[in-house]
């Protein structure tokens, strides 16, 4: 059975689509077979693996709204073997309207991917940056979230209502719901703000909080203009090589999991 991680993050801004399309990539270069669900009706992540959204057709959208079956519109990465993706679309905007009066509504993107779990190790939901219906449905369908958190003065802001969210998905919708992590975005090493953040957040979720850091790195930026993952635009940059140690960690973390 695959693992289902979430990337979440209600505040605008933290590098959320950047850690879902650069960890899935990073999963994928390990040869774990990855599944990236763009559950974001920016359909960044979609754009970000080099797909045009204007020409999607069929999306997660149409797998929660008109139940079609998830293994129909998964797309194959053009550049990475182990890589997969299920696109978004902006009419993703519309189905939480849409849904309104569908039984079970917070449970369409579980159903969606069950089948899915059979057939990848990991499977990434790059989250919309709101506390609606689709992120509600992401994190039900989740095994464990994964929330980025940028090393600037606002680093905590909104953290604490992401975090009963998270609480109250667990109680009422999904209680084997976990936090896979915290992780620390746009590390800036010259600024001693970014250095009180990273001694902020540690004190505060201590072993939560993971090892990897990710640093403000140019070639992150640039890549999804390429419409390619920053292992492939530079593979020797600091941001490439910081997501390829986080996929390790999340990996060994879960191996270790596993054999207990």
Same mark, same amino acid.
């Given at each position: ?14 590098? *959320? ?51 079609? *079956? ?66 509600? @449905?992401? &994190? ?18 909104? &953290? ?34 970014? @250095? ?5 957040? *540690? ?13 403000? @790195? ?19 940059? *600091? ?14 973390? @879960? ?6």
């Amino acid at each position: 059975m695959g693992k289902i991680i979430a990337v979440a993050n209600q505040k605008g801004g933290v590098g *959320k689509t950047t850690t879902a399309i650069n960890l899935a990539a990073s999963l994928a270069a390990l040869e774990y077979k990855t599944l990236l669900v763009d559950a974001d009706p920016q359909a960044n992540a979609t754009s970000g693996l080099g797909f045009d959204p204007a020409t999607i057709t069929s999306s997660i959208y149409e797998c929660m709204v008109e139940d079609v *079956k998830a293994e129909e519109i998964v797309l194959q990465s053009p550049n990475i073997e182990f890589l997969d993706l299920i696109p978004s679309h902006i009419d993703l905007v519309g189905a939480e309207v849409e849904m309104i009066n569908i039984p079970n509504r917070e449970e369409k993107m579980r159903v969606a991917l069950s089948e899915m779990k059979q057939k990848y190790d990991y499977i990434i939901i790059d989250c919309s940056p709101s506390l609606g219906l689709i992120t509600v @449905n992401s &994190l039900t369908a989740a095994d464990s979230v994964v929330i980025p958190v940028q090393c600037e003065y606002f680093a905590l802001e909104g &953290l604490g209502k992401l975090l009963n969210t998270i609480k109250i998905i667990q109680s009422r919708l999904n209680p084997e719901l976990a936090i896979e992590g915290i992780l620390l975005t746009m590390y800036d090493v010259r600024l001693r703000l970014s @250095n009180q953040v990273v001694e902020e957040v *540690k004190t505060h979720f201590q072993q939560m909080v993971f090892d990897t850091i990710i640093p403000r @790195n140019v070639k992150l930026s640039e890549s999804p203009s390429f419409g390619i993952p920053a292992l492939l635009h530079d593979a020797d940059s *600091k941001g490439a090589l910081s997501y390829l140690n986080l996929a390790r960690e999340i990996a060994e973390k @879960n191996s270790v999991a596993l054999a207990k």
